[in-house]
Every structure is written in C-alpha cells, then in structure tokens.
C-alpha cells in the first residue's frame, strides 16, 4: 500500500515557476515509477512526467519538455516536479502516481494516486 500527498501549487504568473511535491508513504517506495499528470476543465487526464524506479533521466510530454524537471529522493520517499516558463496552457489539477509495471506514460499503469494539487498559471 502506498499513500500519495501533493503539495506546492498556486497561482502565478506566465513565465513563473512552481516546484510540486509528492510525499509517499508506505513499503517499497523505491521500487515504484512515479509520474504527474494533469486535468484542465473539459479535457483528459494526460501525462506530464514520469521517472523509473531506477531514477535518472526521467520522461516528458513533449510540451513540456525542456520546462519541466522530474526527480526522486527514495530515502525521503518524495518525487518533485520543478516547473519553469510557465504558461496559461499549464493550467490544471496536477496529480502525483505510483506503478510497479509499464509503460509508465501511460495512467492506467499507476495503481496509487494523490489527491491532486491546483496549477493556475495567469496570462
């Protein structure tokens, strides 16, 4: 059992950053994959980002790319999202997931997900 909290969002203005947290709790953090993803009014839950279990380099939508940064710290249990150049684009409910399986873009793979977070990016 793991247990996702979300932390870091707001409001800001286009061209701000925000830097997301997500605190696991629970056995085995490290080996799960953590992703973000996001759901604006009206649209679909996409993918935003996601790291391995083995960490590293981690994987982007292409629209955030070079923007957005994914990292883990497996002894502090805490996946982060630092997002920079923000656009009104940007604007979402941004939430944290944890999958022991591939592939990991995609949310059907996570078993374990937060309760959201609220991005507001303003023009």
Not at 12 to 20: E, N, Y
Not at 45 to 62: L, M
Not at 70 to 92: C, F, G, W, Y
């Amino acid at each position: 059992q793991v247990e996702l909290v979300e932390s870091g969002g707001g409001l800001v203005q286009a061209g701000g950053s925000l830097r997301l947290s997500c605190v696991a709790s629970g056995r085995t953090f490290s080996s799960y994959s953590m992703g973000w993803f996001r759901q604006a009014p009206g649209k679909e839950r996409e993918f935003v980002a996601a790291i391995s279990w083995r960490g590293g380099n981690g994987y982007y939508t292409d629209s955030v790319k070079e923007r957005f940064t994914i990292s883990r710290d497996n002894a502090k249990n805490t996946v982060h999202l630092q997002m920079n150049s923000l656009k009104p684009e940007d604007t979402a409910v941004y939430y944290c997931a944890a999958a022991n399986g591939v592939p990991i873009v995609i949310a059907t793979t996570y078993r374990y997900w937060g309760q959201g977070t609220q991005v507001t990016v303003s023009s």
